[in-house]
């Protein structure tokens, strides 16, 4: 027997309720900042050295930061005088992380593999007022980009 049109959509709303609710908690508050799209980089390299390889802009709002999220790598963006406008930490745990085995080959583990080599995509939001954009790990700078190199990117990705 079909339910009555009343319990139909308010079991309707509640399951939209859920839903919303799932996506609202999906990411850490704190880790989101109003922005006008966002910039997914690919970032190859190693421990030891990062580089962005490629940019490309994207329109949709940044999702923010997965929740839980914490590594000792990050993407720093600062302004002009080096002061940190926004950090984004980056999830290398599927890569070799030991800078003893930076030259060891590819590991394979059941169907879990890891390389030294890194091949990542990052999703950052759009700020304004970055000049240069830095991957740490801890404290230590392991490669940068300027704004203007990073804007160049972008444009060339739009061709």
């Known amino acids: 027997m079909p339910m009555p049109i009343s319990r139909r959509s308010a079991a309707f ?10 996506a609202a908690t999906a990411q850490d508050p704190s880790s ?18 990062l580089r962005v390889t490629r940019a490309v802009s994207k329109q949709d709002e940044w999702g923010g930061v997965p929740k839980g999220l914490v590594s000792e790598f990050a993407l720093v963006m600062q ?3 080096g002061k940190e ?14 800078e003893t085995k930076i030259d060891s080959p590819v ?19 759009v700020v304004d007022g970055v000049a240069t954009y830095r991957f740490v790990r801890g404290e230590r ?19």
């Open 79 to 81: 302004n002009g005088e």
């Open 13 to 22: 709303a509640s399951a939209f309720g859920a839903l919303l609710l799932i």
């Open 85 to 98: 406008v926004q950090r984004v930490p980056l999830d290398l745990s599927k890569f070799e992380t030991d």
């Open 32 to 49: 989101q900042k109003p922005a006008s799209g966002h910039v997914v980089l690919v970032v190859e390299g190693n421990v030891k050295a």
């Open 107 to 125: 590991v394979v583990n059941g169907c879990e593999v890891k390389s030294p080599q890194i091949g990542a995509l990052l999703n950052i939001p």
């Open 141 to 159: 700078t392991i490669g940068e980009i300027d704004a203007a190199s990073m804007q160049r990117m972008i444009e060339e990705a739009r061709r």
